[in-house]
């Protein structure tokens, strides 16, 4: 017969596993009557042993070091940059002796704060994740229960603990002012619209390079996200192909493309070619994270080259750190990209042309 788990727990009662979880604990912010109601279940169900009066403890500190486990928190598995990321924090943890739970928020703030709260409920050693950074802060209570966490790729607004990510704002620069050398003056960027510090930094390295030269244009045109909407977690080539075709029906000219994922940038090429706009002749584009695909495009694909594999040694390692008890400064590692030259950027111009 399979155990019973909070999330049963939790589902039973119709409420959410974090406030199950703060309810079973004895943490503020749950009513008396909420409290009784979890734990009648609890019992029922099994979760708890029957005579359990009084609110079950977080495991204490002694025995949260003793976990062999690492919890590792991302948007969704499917997408290339997060695929990598597990295979690199899974083969530190494994080296190590942990082993790696992982979990998904689908960029949901409910589902973030429930995981958090089965993190601390499951006792785990420590936690590298990838935060939704919305409204809600569920990391700084993780935290508080003694379990370290790592912020990758997006820091955690006011926490102030360790964090290391790409250097977006660097690797956004590199590709305009790559761009700007192959004689592109008029700029289309096409961006996820999601309130994520990684599009914000790509954003601050668009307008910075472009304000380095005189006489250039550029407009950011937000690409829709069904995140929401569908669960589903990952860049569309289709929606980047629709903004693409809805921005040419402006008649706003422009000479150069850059991509917030080459996932985008394959929607925006297929929109362009269907207006017999061709590439590079006619508008050079650069997309974002290097994938697989992007050298076998046609024409081959200039990207940004993203660090992830170190991004995620550095995480592991850093968390691993902390767990072995390690006291210093929050650490914060910025790590710029690599701007991978191919077709679609163009060659240079020619002198005096």
């Not at 042993?49 to 976990?67: K, N």
């Not at 689908?106 to 994740?129: H, N, T």
């Not at 508008?283 to 594999?309: C, E, F, K, N, Q």
């Amino acid at each position: 017969m399979r155990r019973s788990t909070l999330s049963d727990l939790a589902e039973n009662l119709g409420l959410s596993v974090n406030t199950v979880s703060r309810a079973l604990r004895g943490k503020d912010g749950v009513s008396t009557r909420t409290r009784e109601l979890v734990l009648e279940e609890a019992v029922r169900i099994g979760y708890v042993t029957a005579g359990a009066s009084r609110p079950v403890p977080a495991p204490a500190a002694e025995s949260r070091t003793r976990s062999r486990t690492i919890g590792l928190t991302i948007p969704s598995s499917t997408h290339m940059f997060a695929s990598e990321l597990i295979g690199a924090i899974e083969a530190g943890a494994r080296a190590a002796g942990y082993s790696l739970d992982l979990f998904s928020t689908e960029e949901s703030e409910s589902q973030e704060s429930d995981i958090a709260a089965q993190i601390v409920d499951s006792g785990l050693a420590g936690a590298v994740v990838i935060p939704v950074q919305g409204e809600r802060e569920p990391w700084a209570s993780v935290r508080a229960e003694g379990i370290p966490v790592v912020a990758v790729s997006r820091e955690i607004d006011h926490l102030g603990g360790d964090f290391v990510g790409v250097d977006s704002e660097a690797g956004e620069y590199a590709a305009v002012r790559h761009l700007l050398s192959r004689g592109a003056r008029s700029f289309v960027s096409f961006e996820e619209d999601l309130a994520i510090s990684t599009i914000a930094n790509r954003q601050r390295g668009f307008v910075r390079a472009l304000g380095e030269v005189e006489g250039t244009k550029s407009r950011t045109v937000p690409v829709p996200t069904r995140r929401f909407e569908t669960g589903e977690s990952d860049w569309r080539p289709e929606e980047a192909y629709r903004a693409c075709l809805e921005f040419l029906e402006t008649g706003i000219a422009f000479d150069a493309v850059t991509v917030g994922d080459d996932y985008f940038a394959l929607g925006v090429v297929r929109a362009l070619a269907e207006r017999d706009i061709r590439v590079p002749e006619d508008v050079r584009v650069v997309g974002y994270g290097d994938h697989p695909y992007s050298a076998w495009m046609r024409p081959s694909l200039s990207s940004i080259r993203l660090p992830t594999r170190l991004i995620g040694e550095l995480a592991v390692a850093l968390v691993l750190q902390r767990v072995a008890g390690e006291v210093s400064p929050p650490v914060r590692r910025l790590i710029k990209p690599e701007l991978v030259v191919r077709e679609s950027s163009g060659p240079r111009p020619l002198s005096g042309a």
